[in-house]
């Protein structure tokens, strides 16, 4: 199994910045990709950004991109997401999701991730 711990949530008002830690542990060697999604009460959870552990290759929503910035830290074993430009909008529960389905590393479909974190979350005041 892989263990997720997700932080760094919080309150900030519109335009401001906050950075998400994803750390991972147990058989992270299974895991090819991470996985950030976001949900508000009542919607599914939605595909924010997705990094590769080995080369670090990346891919973003369409709603973040410019915006938001996924990292890794191999040795920490440890996934970040940096959400600069916020927006009330981007308020929701952040998680994020270990992907394990080699040879692919991500998917935006979080019913193909197999283990996930507790969730943190944000909240963008306007």
């Known amino acids: 199994q892989v263990q997720l711990v997700e932080s760094g949530g919080g309150l900030v008002q519109a335009g401001g910045s906050l950075r998400l830690s994803c750390a991972a542990s147990?058989?992270?060697?299974?895991?090819?990709?991470v996985g950030w999604f976001r949900q508000i009460p009542g919607k599914e959870r939605d595909f924010a950004a997705a990094?590769?552990?080995?080369?670090?290759?990346?891919s973003y929503a369409d709603s973040v991109k410019g915006r938001f910035t996924i990292s890794r830290d191999n040795a920490k074993n440890t996934v970040y997401l940096q959400m600069n430009g916020l927006k009330p909008e981007d308020t929701a529960v952040y998680y994020c999701?270990?992907?394990?389905?080699?040879?692919?590393?991500?998917?935006?479909?979080?019913?193909?991730?197999?283990?996930w974190g507790q969730g943190t979350q944000v909240t963008v005041s306007s």
């Open positions: 999701a270990s992907y394990s389905r080699w040879p692919r590393w991500y998917s935006t479909d979080a019913r193909e991730y197999d283990y």
């Open positions: 147990g058989r992270t060697f299974s895991s090819n990709g």
């Open positions: 990094i590769r552990w080995n080369v670090g290759t990346t």
